[in-house]
């Protein structure tokens, strides 16, 4: 999806529209990226709603700076959860985190004789953060549309998980920020916008001198690099990695020299796919 001022209010709209039906929010974001992943207003558009954070893609993410991030939303009074929605690992802690949230309400129904009714939850996200996988694995069931490509959520229903929850089955669409480019870069990067919107070098050197400085003896001994860069803020030492990884993995052209844009597609695929390792492109710390 291109993002323009329309769509971002007409995605406000409905999600708000939503909000009315729903007791809890969970807000799904990519453990890779946190903060670049959320969208920049969603505390103005979900307006003090009960809220989960989950840290979705865990598989994919350094989990010792997963614990950081954690440790962040916890500090913001967030309760955040590391989830891999493709696998399910954790997804059963979402329905307990949720009655917590929701417990104020279940206890005063309860005092008032009331049967207590299902939580009424909604998925929130950019595009591409797995909702529609979550909302398959908390159905038990193949239900949403699911692709590898921005923008497939589609259908709205109630779905039961279990007889406490009720899930809609159409996630709320939020939009990423735009403004930062360093932001950009590391959307694209993880696969949440399109690899047409940033040239792929840009993305791939970006990705690579952020692994040079956070995953630097992982990279060097994984591709057998002779001599790591000394100057992060030398280009040319950043492009001679890329060179090193593309030799590697056969982006040759005629002549023996590296094909960057090769190369550069390589390491971009590796990396969303974990085969670098688990890397996140993120940490509190750099804010
Ligand atoms: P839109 O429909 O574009 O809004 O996307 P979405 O948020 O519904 O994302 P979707 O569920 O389609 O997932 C996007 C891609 O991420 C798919 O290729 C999923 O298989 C993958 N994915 C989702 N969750 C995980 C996860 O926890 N780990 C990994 N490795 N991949 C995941």
Redesign the pocket.
């Known amino acids: ?1 291109q993002w323009f001022p329309g769509h971002m209010t007409k995605a406000r709209r409905q999600i708000e529209d939503k909000l009315k039906l729903i007791d809890v929010v969970i807000e ?1 974001l990519d ?1 890779r990226i946190p903060l670049s992943s959320r969208n920049p207003m969603v505390d103005e558009i979900l307006k003090g709603k009960p809220r989960m954070v989950l840290l ?5 993410a350094d989990p010792v700076v997963t614990a950081e991030w954690v440790r962040y939303f916890a500090d913001q009074g967030l309760q955040a959860l590391p ?5 399910g ?1 954790q997804v059963k802690e979402i329905l307990p985190r949720a009655k917590a949230l929701w417990a104020h309400k279940i206890e005063s129904q309860l005092r008032k004789g009331i049967n207590p009714r299902a939580i009424r939850a909604l998925i929130v ?12 694995q908390l159905a038990g069931k193949k239900i ?11 259908g709205q229903q109630w779905i039961k998980v279990g007889t406490e929850m009720d899930l809609l089955d159409t ?1 709320g ?1 939020l939009w990423p920020k735009f403004e930062d480019q360093m932001v950009g870069l590391r959307l694209a990067a993880t ?1 949440a916008i399109k690899e047409e919107i940033l040239h792929l070098d840009e993305v791939a050197f970006f990705s690579i001198k952020y692994m040079v400085q956070h995953y630097g003896t992982a990279l060097q001994e994984r591709f057998g690099i002779a001599e790591m860069p000394d100057d992060l803020d030398d280009p040319n030492q950043i492009v001679s990695v890329m060179e090193a990884i593309g030799r590697k993995r056969g982006a040759i052209v005629s002549g023996g020299k590296v094909d960057l844009d090769k190369a550069s597609l390589i390491i971009i695929r590796d990396l969303r ?2 085969k670098l390792g688990r890397i996140s492109l993120e940490k509190p710390t750099d804010y």
């Open positions: 999806i799904l453990a979705n893609k865990h598989d994919l989830i891999d929605a493709a696998s690992t996200g950019i595009p591409n953060v797995g909702k529609s996988t979550l909302i398959n949403a549309a699911t692709g590898d490509k921005p923008g497939v959520t589609k996630p669409i696969g796919a974990g």
